[in-house]
Each structure stands twice: as structure tokens, then as C-alpha cells.
């Protein structure tokens, strides 16, 4: 089972401990780390810093890039409060041109540790399912051109490939489709 919860201050200590578990942002896709002041620091703190960039960026446009999106951290069981967190979802619910180019509607990442058990899968599936309830009738999801884990992931849940940009696959998803809820 895999669960979308709401970034929240609550869980910091699992948040801590997939921030770790990544080893850094680069590998933090789908998080939205890139809007804070630096990068996510795993302590409560840090996780607090982190929540409120959710808070402040899901609904404004700060800087004439931003999109109003969704956050989700993604948990390994049916999202209770002692629920393992295994990655980031981020929902974006309009494309602009960058996000249209290469970012796409849904990013997402599953930490090391908990990789080939089918969270990014489920937690796909769950993304386009927050989508259609959105009015969003497909969702674009891109992954890098050397990214085979991801493009199985994106073709599993639906994914219909259209072409290659900047190294980027970008595939789209019917929000009716497979995945959809």
C-alpha cells in the first residue's frame, strides 16, 4: 500500500529520515526543494523550513515561474501518522512553457531505500487520480532520457510517449485512464 499525506511538521522525523536516505537534493526529484534558501537540512527545523515552502508556493505565483500546485510527501502504508515516508509527489495543476517543455503536471521520487517495492507506481496512480479531481483531463509526466526505471514507471500507469525534448522523455497520461482513481 502507498499513501499521499500533506507535508506536515508532525512527521519530521520520518521526513529526516528519507531526506537522509536521499543523500543530498539531487536526487530529491519531485520534492520542490529548489525553493527554499538551500537545501532541506533533516532536522525539525529544516522540516519546518520545508512545509512552510509548500505552504507559501502551492498557491502563488512568487516569482513568474511558479504554478499553483500540490505537495505530497508519498508514505509507504495508508498515510497514518507513524507511516514511513518514502518520497515526493508534486502536483502542478497548469503547465507553463518550462513546465510544458520539460517539467510536466506530476514530479515525483522515491527514496533509495525503498526502491522496486512499487510506491512510485502507486504513488503515480494516485497523482493523476488528485489530478482528475483537479478538472485536469491528462497529465504530461516527463523523466530524463536515461531514466529507465521511470519511463516503465510512467508507461505502466498509462503513459503515452510523445516525444524527446532536451533530454527529456514526456509522456501523457488520460486522467480516465489506468492509474486514474
Known amino acids: 500500500m502507498t499513501a499521499l499525506v500533506a507535508p506536515d511538521l508532525s512527521r519530521w522525523q520520518p521526513w529526516a529520515a528519507m531526506v537522509e536516505d536521499f543523500g543530498g537534493p539531487d ?3 519531485g520534492s520542490g526543494y529548489w525553493h527554499l534558501d538551500g537545501d ?4 525539525r527545523t529544516g522540516c519546518a523550513a520545508f512545509v512552510t ?5 502551492s498557491t502563488a505565483d512568487l516569482d513568474g515561474t511558479r504554478v499553483p500546485s500540490t505537495y505530497f510527501w508519498i508514505a509507504a502504508q495508508d498515510g497514518a501518522p507513524g507511516d514511513d515516508l518514502v518520497g515526493f509527489l508534486h502536483l502542478r495543476h497548469t503547465l507553463n512553457e518550462w513546465l510544458f517543455e520539460q517539467g510536466g503536471h506530476i514530479g515525483y521520487s522515491v527514496r533509495p531505500a525503498a526502491r522496486r517495492r512499487g510506491h512510485a507506481s502507486r504513488a503515480l496512480a494516485l497523482g493523476v487520480s488528485a489530478a482528475a479531481r483537479l478538472g485536469i483531463d491528462r497529465v504530461l509526466v516527463t523523466c530524463d ?4 526505471a521511470s519511463r516503465r514507471t510512467i508507461e505502466a500507469g498509462g503513459g503515452r510517449f ?3 525534448r532536451q533530454g527529456k522523455l514526456r509522456f501523457w497520461i488520460p ?6 482513481g
Open 162 to 164: 510523445e516525444d524527446e
Open 145 to 148: 532520457v536515461g531514466n529507465d
Open 53 to 57: 515552502m509548500t505552504e507559501a508556493t
Open 40 to 43: 532541506p537540512v533533516p532536522t
Open 175 to 180: 486522467c480516465d485512464g489506468p492509474t486514474a
Open 27 to 29: 536526487e530529491m526529484h
